[in-house]
């Protein structure tokens, strides 16, 4: 499976961004999957998790309402609606598939990922 987030961009504090994660095959239709971001000197951490059916989302509990995580299984594309960004949301954002086990947080326990894309806030 490959995966390609895109869409970040440097915006304004308090500016919207959407990132899209685009897939090989089907993969958003068989796996669950997540977005997960990596500030500058600090380890990658999780953001928001979807099921493949996109009826069931969890989220970092940092998120609180100000990100939103979407599929459209037509496009084969998973979605990250960012609100009201604030500059320490600035990271390389990255998408991930297939978490070995419903819930978890660890990046290391999804078992696939693509490269990442750079958003960047400024103050």
């Known amino acids: 499976v490959q995966l390609q987030a895109f869409g970040g961009g440097l915006v304004v504090a308090g500016g919207s961004l959407r990132l899209s994660c685009a897939a090989s095959g089907r993969a958003f239709s068989t796996y669950a999957a997540g977005w997960f971001r990596q500030a500058p000197g600090k380890e990658r951490e999780f953001v928001a998790a979807?099921?493949?059916?996109?009826?069931?989302?969890y989220y970092a509990d940092f998120v609180k309402g100000q990100f939103t995580i979407s599929i459209d299984n037509d496009k084969n594309t998973m979605y990250l609606q960012m609100n009201s960004l604030r500059p320490e949301d600035t990271a390389v954002y990255y998408c991930?598939?297939?978490?070995?086990?419903?819930?978890?947080?660890?990046?290391?326990?999804?078992?696939?990922w693509g490269q990442g894309t750079l958003v960047t806030v400024s103050s």
């Open positions: 979807i099921s493949w059916s996109g009826l069931s989302t």
């Open positions: 991930e598939l297939d978490p070995r086990r419903w819930g978890t947080r660890a990046p290391s326990e999804f078992n696939y």
